[in-house]
């Protein structure tokens, strides 16, 4: 999954890692367009190859993310997304064949921080913090080459230390094993050390020192897009395809089981809204229990004169279950008694007199 702010080069960077062109109809909308625009999943399938090793990989856009003008929810639709792939993956661990499971989860979010600020914003604390015990993200600064070495470096420590101020748990790379060459040694430490990694991306092939090469042609020359000394393009890929594996590790080992022990926490019951109003709820029940009340005090009434002008027919009653109860006097009002439960049902018994030798009582479960 791929996630920032327009503009900064997702969609260009994923071309570049892939070398295809997954959005070739792709409409950048307008300021007005962006006003009330909402965030967009496209997930798109393709295929990676390095030394020999293929990957088959989802790939999911996010469009329209941080362009509205209030951006307090953009980032739900992202979250849902994530928690629908953990649902259908435990409902198909959860059935009868579980050997050909499709495995959609989000294993790993590149995070895009603009390169133009001075750190993380508002916006970057608060969605990291929302989706890091969801998904591994790996932070990405994009559109390294309007950066110097120096401006690079400094970025890099300052972003690293308003994630560590935050609390945001983002991917660290498991350490080599002591049995491993010295160069996957040496490959895993620079890596550790490119977090965050600064990248450019392009599809433009330039011609460079007598070969073409991928980059972006300026007045001062050429930056490379798959040279290390330009940018973490290439160590970016590395890590992506050779620690596939733990990323999927962490992603069912630590993120689905959190999920998943929270689901069984709550009876298997899908929560559509965490944040609903249980307030809300319970002026709702106490509003259907007035209606009932209502339609009962009626009901009384009319049973009363039917009993007076000598109609003993109690046939309006058969559509309720009666409990019949012998009574000396009439009360002036129908008891009720209710059993109210935060989130749970409402059971109501409401006792309505006839005459003085019986009543009948009306249970409602709501």
Request: glycine letters at 6%.
């Amino acid at each position: 999954m791929v996630v920032g702010e327009s503009g900064l080069g997702k969609s260009t960077l994923i071309n570049s890692l892939f070398l295809t062109d997954l959005y070739p109809e792709r409409i950048i909308p307008g300021a007005a367009e962006k006003i009330e625009r909402t965030v967009q999943i496209e997930a798109s399938t393709v295929e990676i190859e390095e030394r020999g090793v293929k990957l088959r990989l989802t790939v999911v856009d996010t469009p329209g993310y941080g362009d509205a003008i209030n951006c307090r929810d953009c980032f739900k639709t992202i979250i849902s997304y994530i928690d629908e792939q953990f649902e259908r993956y435990l409902h198909d661990e959860s059935g009868l064949n579980r050997r050909h499971i499709i495995d959609n989860r989000v294993h790993c979010c590149f995070y895009f921080i603009s390169p133009f600020g001075h750190g993380l914003k508002p916006l970057d604390v608060a969605f990291m913090k929302a989706i890091h015990n969801k998904v591994n993200i790996v932070p990405v600064i994009a559109k390294a080459d309007t950066l110097t070495l120096k401006e690079r470096e400094r970025l890099k420590k300052r972003i690293l230390d308003e994630i560590e101020e935050h609390n945001i748990k983002i991917y660290h790379l498991p350490d080599a094993e002591s049995d491993e060459d010295e160069d996957f040694k040496e490959q895993t430490r620079l890596l550790k050390a490119s977090i965050p990694f600064s990248v450019v991306g392009s599809n433009q092939l330039i011609e460079a020192k007598g070969k073409k090469v991928r980059g972006r042609l300026y007045p001062w020359g050429v930056v490379e897009v798959e040279n290390p000394e330009h940018n973490d393009f290439l160590k970016l890929r590395t890590m992506l395809i050779t620690h596939m594996q733990d990323l999927q590790e962490v992603t069912q080992d630590l993120h689905y089981e959190n999920f998943r022990s929270e689901r069984l926490k709550r009876g298997g019951r899908k929560v559509e809204n965490e944040d609903m109003n249980k307030d809300q709820i319970l002026l709702e029940k106490e509003a259907e229990l007035r209606r009932m009340q209502e339609m009962i005090a009626r009901m009384q009434a009319q049973m009363q004169m039917q009993m007076q002008g000598g109609d003993s027919d109690s046939g309006t009653l058969g559509h309720h279950k009666m409990l019949l109860d012998k009574k000396k006097s009439i009360p002036d009002k129908c008891c009720s008694i209710k059993f109210l439960n935060t989130l749970g049902s409402v059971t109501v018994g409401i006792e309505v007199p006839v005459s003085e030798d019986f009543s009948f009582v009306l249970f409602f479960f709501l």
